[in-house]
């Protein structure tokens, strides 16, 4: 047995290519899927432009190339394109150049990166789960994966529903510990997220306007009654019956090894004092460690979902237990001997629940245009759909393509709609839109973060978030049976930093190893000090989920990921004007041996240098009115080129998307 | 902005973008004028009769044990401190609190208050807002509040300012709304001001502007323009007052000094400036934390002294300024703590009955509104929960307690939730 490890490493190294874990090529469909694809193409077009014809209205004016890259750049892989590449795709002659740059990029870890800070925020990851210590970098991660490998999104959802065990069992549980303990709330996010239906109101009583029962709410709950989020859930109560059965280890069984670290007589008064404070820290470490251990995603057979005590409907009484209906439609009589959690799945994720296909559909419209095909994205009502030929093409095309995220990216970014101007005017939600280009969009917090790592530095794939398997060795208790044992243990998940889960791609090491602080990473570039707190010059995915208090992405509008589902913000702000004018981003920027200044260091004609900080930042030369604006100007050295490269990151050409 | 704009029916939608606008536009209106026109005649004198201007919102992080502080007890639940005399004869403080007491014909203690939950998160979002938590929607403080309903005050300053509390955003208001986060109030704003020489910052301002021309006149979009606003904001903010209103070295030494060097007294001195400067709503976050369950009684005296002095301080320092009438100081906690002593020394979390203070802003100071039993473990009377004490501080702004707001999900909600103003606060 001896050899397969290794042979089984050889074999994912050919896979994913390599240490970048992640394979580097185009995307490349199979010829039928790639058949199917044009023909969607053709499809959405016809719909899109019958539409506007039917109105009386003509898409917006063409895309020239330097417009086309910055796009496509900002739209798949979330930020602009480096200066290197940018010069790259407008010096290529090919005629399907455009093509070409729009099957790479789906292929590059950078989509993945886009596209997750998307999910992240529809599913309100958060680096730990609420309230507790446990680290959720291995849910995040198999979620990456997932997109990486393109899995189709059915299966993903599938995997997500019916995930089972601990985080270090099956990464995918993370999707229903991230709402452990609240059941009724996490089916509530289920449905606006998956099937773009709120039923949220019906948790407390029928919909006011809609056709939601509490009922149905309950009905539908009733698949997960079985579903428990904890182990040994501890019950309210007094005494013992309110903890939890298996606390293992009390503060006063630290005693003894805390006297010995620090020197500590138990017997002496005054020393009494100050071992209680340190062994206080041990048993609520301990406590903690436990908690994260006891959340597991498991079935408590022949537990029901009950009405609440408060239920005042004719149709049932307080209290009863609810039996198990779909919202809409009905169980398939093949699925009757299945597992409840198994039926709902199954239920959501088919291709039949053309809601389901729908609701995906839509948000991947949105995610390019700027404004789903109907609005608002997790509560759709197709009745007063204006353009139902074209919500009808998107979902046939979702089901066609079996639920291919990469190729229906693919086929929305070949359509006339997408590759023509964005609409000159603000569209107020409530009217009617008929797609003769995208919106313009700020950009979203993430993507001006990730246009920022871009510009300082060479690699912003470089370092990347891990799986946290480190970090789960450290928690995981099993095994964990004396007291000394758990005390080392606590001494060593202690030295844990977040900063740990970083890897570095161009090594497969971890970027920053235990002990050696700050200084210990491989790159030291990365981290910097700013505001007493540190930033790491990664790709807003790779970092804490979400930012921190005060990090520029919160400024920028990056959701909170707390009870709101697509919470994020593209509105403008003082604090985020302050930060782009006076922020950490722009002074590194502005100042001559950043990687900007770095890049104009060969060229020695001031216009020409003036052309690499357009290039780099607003992905477009110079025109002949800037040209002579800058004239006089740029002969005053690098005072001038660091005023010109602070005047273009604060104009809103940098961040919206035109 | 989008998902609230498009929840909203038709004429909320509308009055909902006018008072956008009007909060975006920074345009400096009377407090109520704009708002007033379209109201009905009670629901204008209710709006009207405003007994402040400003509200200072002092926060205990952590659970303030109500026994060591506004509620103690000579039974055995006491602790290290017994109740003592105050200015007001109708009012005992807690030993532990000397200089307030000096202050006491300053102070209204409410000692009923009570929320539903002892989990720290939970009880701190309905002191907040006023409102449980509640997935799919994110309530506002108050600050955003007065600012939805009375127009931003100042063009060149913020409306609402949060010292050392985090970053709540605007809940369900556009992000106009949004209170100004400060970290540090030593530091207030230092870290965001330009670095460079004034000319050469100008300069730079300039080339931007012309940069944007072409770009703002090809998108003649509302969110473009939105930008350009801010950017002009901002530089008023540069060079108007905000700068120095959020400076604490233009404050005397002396001055600083007697608030102390704890981080929540020179927060305490900042909102006094910035309330001064015509901030209307600041909240100061208390630095260090009430959550000592696990620590012993000892810590209790330290967190007492760190909050009597400051706030001491800060009555007296309105007080001498002729501002204390007209501004609103309020004193709250996410819950009290048990009286009975656990086993750590400590006391654990209390979410049954507990005590705010008023002081300030047209209150009848010198009173305790409520009682909890000799052992305050509950309270004897009415209790008020955290959406009573929302409708207080509207109620004192002269916000329209009834009406109605349509936030996400299309739900109504009203400033403090439709409750009462607790009574006999006001005259």
Known sequence: MKPLPLLAIAFATLLFGGVQGFSQKAYTPSPERKQIMKAAVGRIDAAVGGMLQKKGLAYNPPLNDHMFMRRIYVDVQGSIPSYELAVKFLNNPSPSKRSGLISWLLGQPGHVSHLYNYFADMLRIQSKVPGTVLRTDAFSKWFKDSLQKNRPYNKIVYDMMTSDGRLWDDPASGYHLRDAGMKLDHVAFMTKVFLGKDISCAQCHDHPFEDWTQMDYYALSAYLGEMETKVAPPKRGKGNKGMYKNIRFKRDDFIPFVAKQRGLDPDNEKDKLTLRRYTNRYGRDAREIIEANALKVWEKKGEKLRLPDDYGYDDAKPGEVVKPRMLIGQEYKAWKDLPPREKIARWFSTPQNKWFAMAIANRMWAFYFGRGVVEPLHNIEVGEAENKVLLEAITDVMIDLQFDLKAFSWVILHTQAYNKLATRHKVEVNKDYYFPGPLLRRMSAEQVWDSLVTLMTENPMRYRAGDGDNFLQLVNFAGINTPKQAFDRINQFRTFKPEHVLEDSATGKPAFEKGKGNKGGNAPMMMTRMKGGRTVLARASELQQPAPDGHFLQKFGQSERNFVINASSRTGSVPQVMELMNGYATANLTQPNSLLFRKMRNEKDPAKRADIVFLSILSRKTTAKERELLLAELQKGNEAMSDLIWALLNTPEFFFIK | ?427
């Open chain 2, 1 to 427: 902005m989008h998902d609230i704009a498009r929840q909203l029916d038709e004429q909320s939608r509308r009055s909902f973008i006018s008072h956008a606008a009007k909060a975006a536009l920074g345009v400096s209106i009377l407090p109520s004028a704009g708002h007033l026109l379209a109201k009905s005649p009670e629901a204008a004198s209710a709006a009207t009769k405003a007994h402040c201007d400003n509200v200072i919102f002092l926060y205990m992080r952590g659970g303030m044990s109500h026994v060591d502080t506004f509620d103690p007890k000579t039974t055995e639940v006491k602790g290290m401190s017994s109740p003592i005399k105050t200015k007001s004869p109708d009012l005992k403080i807690s030993s532990l609190l000397p200089k307030l007491a000096q202050l006491g014909n300053h102070l209204a203690v409410v000692r009923s208050m009570h929320v539903r939950t002892g989990a720290h998160a939970e009880a701190s979002y309905a002191m907040h807002t006023g409102f449980s938590m509640r997935p799919g929607t994110s309530h506002p403080h108050l600050g955003p509040w007065a600012q939805y309903f009375q127009g931003k005050r100042k063009h060149d300053l913020p409306d609402s300012v949060i010292v050392a509390g985090g970053n709540p955003g605007p809940g369900f208001f556009t992000p106009e709304h949004s209170p100004f986060p400060i970290g540090d109030p030593t530091k207030g704003i230092r870290d965001l001001l330009p670095k460079i020489p004034k000319h050469r910052f100008n300069k730079r301002v300039k080339l931007a502007r012309q940069f944007a021309e072409s770009f703002e006149y090809y998108f003649p979009h509302q969110d473009v323009k939105a930008y350009s606003d801010f950017y002009d904001q901002t530089i008023r903010f540069f060079n108007g007052k905000a700068a120095e209103a959020f400076d604490l070295n233009k404050e005397p030494r002396p001055m600083r000094d007697r608030y102390g060097v704890d981080p929540f007294g020179q927060g305490c001195l900042l909102a006094r400036r910035l309330v001064e400067n015509g901030v209307r709503y600041v909240e100061v976050k208390f630095k260090k934390n009430w959550d000592v369950m696990h620590r012993g009684m000892t810590a209790v005296e330290d967190l007492a002294a760190t909050l009597d002095g400051p706030f001491s301080e800060l009555l007296k320092d309105l007080q001498s300024r002729g501002m204390l009438k007209r501004t609103l100081v309020v004193l709250a906690t996410e819950f009290g703590r048990s009286p009975k002593i656990n086993q750590s020394g400590g006391r654990d979390h209390h979410p049954r009955a507990f005590s705010c203070v008023f002081a300030g802003g047209g209150v009848n100071g010198g009173q305790a509104i409520g009682a909890t039993d000799p052992k305050g473990q509950g309270a004897t009377g009415k209790t008020y929960q955290p959406k009573n004490l929302h409708a207080t501080m509207a109620y004192a702004l002269g916000l329209p307690l009834d009406e109605r707001i349509h936030g996400s999900g299309g739900r109504p909600f009203f400033v403090g939730g439709q409750a009462d103003p607790i009574p006999g606060l006001f005259s």
